[in-house]
């Protein structure tokens, strides 16, 4: 009777551990299964820096859409209105463009967690308009400075450029993320107007030596999850 007894027990416990165990692991994979979905979202860095400078006005669009665990598709839709004061002239900077590519998240998130260490590449156009609002004559200076204000149009411009990132997103509540990144850009090419160079380039920014430049952008964004994986 002891024996039967034990072994009774034996095998009721066996039955507990296993149920255990399996409700263990449905609800490890309720936990660490990945939400898939579109996100999408405005940079702010652009229209809190025209509150500082009257000179630049823009307005971004952001979106990733996850593809695989540590892999999104993603791009930047914009335009730009920029005014730049050189040493010889002043020029009106006006267009949109349309940057494309892919993120990788280097971070490996704790449980239930989805921000991200962002390492991306995009692909950029842009389709602009130049004018030149005013240039100087004579730059001599032993002689009185002459400015001609007469205004130089030139439009249907383009430029096509390449960008590695590198940036943060963080939710800071639920669906709700916030991201930064710093950008490196090179130009591959450019449509100029004769005897003047492009030196500001909607979603390229400013033109530095050997067609190089920078960006910075500061984002907020909401997920809308579509499945879990």
Not at 52 to 74: C, M, P, Q, S
Not at 161 to 168: A, N, P, Q
Not at 174 to 182: Q, V
Request: hydrophobic letters at 40%.
């Amino acid at each position: 009777m002891k024996h039967m007894l034990r072994y009774i027990i034996s095998f009721l416990l066996f039955v507990v551990s296993v149920s255990l165990f399996s409700q263990e692991k449905e609800l490890d994979t309720a936990v660490y299964k990945d939400r898939y979905g579109l996100r999408v979202g405005v940079d702010v860095f652009n229209p809190i820096y025209a509150l500082i400078d009257g000179n630049r006005k823009g307005l971004e669009f952001v979106a990733d859409y996850r593809i695989l665990k540590r892999f999104w598709v993603a791009g930047e839709f914009g335009y730009m209105d920029n005014i730049s004061e050189e040493d010889f002239l002043t020029f009106t900077t006006n267009g949109t463009y349309l940057k494309v590519g892919a993120d990788f998240n280097a971070y490996k998130n704790a449980l239930g967690m989805e921000n991200m260490i962002v390492v991306g590449m995009r692909y950029g156009v842009s389709i602009f308009n130049q004018t030149i609002n005013e240039h100087t004559i004579n730059s001599d200076p032993y002689l009185p400075l002459l400015m001609d204000e007469t205004q130089i149009e030139y439009n249907s411009l383009n430029a096509h450029w390449i960008e590695f990132m590198i940036g943060l997103k963080v939710e800071v509540l639920h669906n709700i993320f916030l991201g930064m990144s710093f950008s490196g850009k090179h130009m591959l090419t450019s449509k100029e107007p004769d005897n003047f160079k492009n030196l500001f380039i909607p979603g390229f920014n400013r033109v530095y030596i050997n067609d190089f430049g920078f960006g910075f952008n500061y984002s907020i964004s909401y997920l809308i999850p579509f499945y879990r994986k």
